[in-house]
């Protein structure tokens, strides 16, 4: 959407803001300004302090630390729904075949359908604690927890062999 998103940071739940690129020199708002030239929008809070928010589609999406899960329209900052997840969260969600996977300290990735509505569409227990933000590559989702790397995949056989872990 040719905007520059800028989040996270200590403390937990700062604003989140989205800058147009070209800018130089001092960019900041003048009094009783919500936005500028430069700054598209930007939230009051709800920045996550370490995972990274995806953008898929017209949607930016954000999984804070302490189990929060946001969305908001990508272009305009509006927030379209907030949900909290029954965990907390290091790793950043990836988005993929319209879903968005959101991997979880406690062990779980929560697969959420991609959209401007809520809804949860699976929980997928790995084990362990998931630090590490998945990747997705030709199809296939990379998740690592503490001990292992799973490749997951429609229809992919379980690997075996030595050194398979």
Not at 8 to 23: E, I, T
Not at 78 to 88: D, F, I, K, T, V
Not at 104 to 130: C, H, I, Q, R, W
Not at 146 to 156: F, K, N, T, V
Request: charged share 20%; aromatic share 12%.
């Amino acid at each position: 959407h040719d905007l520059i998103f800028i989040t996270g940071g200590y403390p937990a739940g700062r604003p989140m803001y989205a800058f147009r690129p070209g800018a130089s020199g001092d960019i900041s708002l003048k009094a009783g300004e919500e936005t500028n030239a430069f700054l598209a929008w930007k939230t009051a809070k709800g920045s996550p302090y370490t995972p990274t928010p995806v953008v898929y589609g017209d949607l930016l999406y954000a999984a804070a630390d302490n189990g929060v899960f946001s969305a908001y329209d990508a272009k305009t900052g509006a927030l379209l729904y907030q949900e909290r997840l029954p965990s907390s969260f290091s790793a950043s969600p990836v988005a993929a075949d319209g879903k968005i996977y959101v991997p979880s300290e406690d062990g779980d990735v929560y697969v959420v359908k991609a959209g401007p509505k809520f809804e949860l569409l699976s929980t997928n227990p790995m084990g362990e604690a998931l630090m590490a933000t998945p990747a997705v590559s030709d199809g296939t989702l990379f998740v690592r927890s503490q001990s292992y790397l799973y490749a997951i995949r429609e229809g992919a056989r379980a690997a075996t062999g030595k050194g398979a872990k």
